[in-house]
Nanobody, 121 residues
């Protein structure tokens, strides 16, 4: 099996910063895209940022210029540096990875358990 473990959420004032981390472990053959999604109360889960194994990056318009995604392939990890945080960034943030397990051909999406980010004064 494959597990994704997130860390780094918390409470921060508007304008502050947080750094989220996510590490994948288990029967990993390779990891394609890794990304961060978020879900605010009463809203659908949305893609925040995504980075492929070739380092192509996508950002949602709402976070461009404020958030930075990066990955460390040696550690099977992905990070999200969040600066200039706004109250509307408040949500549960989920790590996602497309993982090809050892001995298989196709990639499967795996999810972390979620970490709460609250931006409030």
């Amino acid at each position: 099996q494959v597990q994704l473990v997130e860390s780094g959420g918390g409470l921060v004032q508007p304008g502050g910063s947080l750094r989220l981390s996510c590490a994948a472990s288990g029967s990993i053959g390779s990891i394609n895209a890794m990304g961060w999604y978020r879900q605010a109360p009463g809203k659908q889960r949305e893609l925040v940022a995504r980075i492929t194994s070739g380092s192509s990056i996508y950002y949602a318009d709402s976070v461009k210029g404020r958030f930075t995604i990066s990955r460390d392939n040696a550690k099977n990890s992905v990070y999200l540096q969040m600066n200039s945080l706004k109250p509307e960034d408040t949500a549960v943030y989920y790590c996602n990875a497309a993982v090809r397990r050892i001995g298989t051909v196709n990639s499967i999406d795996y999810w972390g358990q979620g970490t709460q980010v609250t931006v409030s004064s």
